[in-house]
Nanobody, 116 residues
Framework: QVQLVESGGGLVQSGESLRLSCAAS?????????MGWYREAPGKQRELVAITTSDGYPRYGDSVKDRFTISRDNAQNAVYLQMNNLKPEDTAVYFC?????????WGQGTQVTVSS
């Protein structure tokens, strides 16, 4: 079983920055593959924000390219999302995603709200 603990959401104004963190832990040794972030805005489907492979190769959603940066610390089983130049349309619940133990694992979600 994999536990994910997220942190870093909040309320900011347009143009400001936030950094999300997610740490994975489990009762057995984790063999983590892809890690990343998805988001879900009210009335919309969950969408990709950014993911990274175990060797650090990133992939971004089109709407966040050049503004968001994903990184990971394999020693800490952690993934981070630096969000710069936030826009009101970035408002959503952000979910950490980790592929581990041959399963898809999701965090509980952290709210990011960007006011104009």
């Amino acid at each position: 079983q994999v536990q994910l603990v997220e942190s870093g959401g909040g309320l900011v104004q347009s143009g400001e920055s936030l950094r999300l963190s997610c740490a994975a832990s489990g009762s057995s040794r984790l063999s983590i593959g892809v890690m990343g972030w998805y988001r879900e805005a009210p009335g919309k489907q969950r969408e990709l924000v950014a993911i990274t492979t175990s060797d650090g190769y990133p992939r971004y959603g089109d709407s966040v390219k050049d503004r968001f940066t994903i990184s990971r610390d394999n020693a800490q089983n952690a993934v981070y999302l630096q969000m710069n130049n936030l826009k009101p349309e970035d408002t959503a619940v952000y979910f950490c995603y980790v592929r581990a133990l041959n399963s898809n694992n999701w965090g509980q979600g952290t709210q990011v709200t960007v006011s104009s």
